[in-house]
């Protein structure tokens, strides 16, 4: 299994970036997919995901209604669309496949300047 993600960069404080994250020899439209982020200094944290169990869509209550996720299953692409974006979201953003095992990708750098 192969992630790469893509999209990061940097941007100022109410702007808008979309990440990407294109996946081999894993089928996201049948799994566990997520966002995660790690700022400087801090733990991981998730930040959103799609449920495999019920397919439902969950959000950290800091990025709620500023973040979408969600994932082109020709493409086999996943994606976190975040808006309104604020300095405190500032960090490494990692997207993750699968459960047990589960798999991640490189992570992608986003810096939002204020």
């Known amino acids: 299994v192969q992630l790469q993600a893509s999209g990061g960069g940097l941007v100022q404080s109410g702007g808008s970036l979309r990440l990407s994250c294109a996946a081999s020899?894993?089928?996201?439209?049948?799994?566990?997919i997520g966002w995660f982020r790690q700022a400087p200094g801090k733990e991981r944290e998730g930040v959103s995901c799609?449920?495999?169990?019920?397919?439902?869509?969950y959000y950290a209550d800091s990025v709620k209604g500023r973040f979408t996720i969600s994932r082109n299953s020709t493409k086999n692409t996943m994606y976190l669309q975040m808006n309104s974006l604020k300095s405190e979201d500032t960090a490494v953003y990692y997207c993750?496949?699968?459960?047990?095992?589960?798999?991640w990708g490189q992570g992608t750098q986003v810096t939002v300047s204020s």
């Open positions: 993750r496949v699968g459960v047990t095992p589960a798999y």
């Open positions: 020899g894993f089928t996201l439209a049948y799994g566990a």
């Open positions: 799609i449920s495999n169990m019920d397919g439902r869509t």
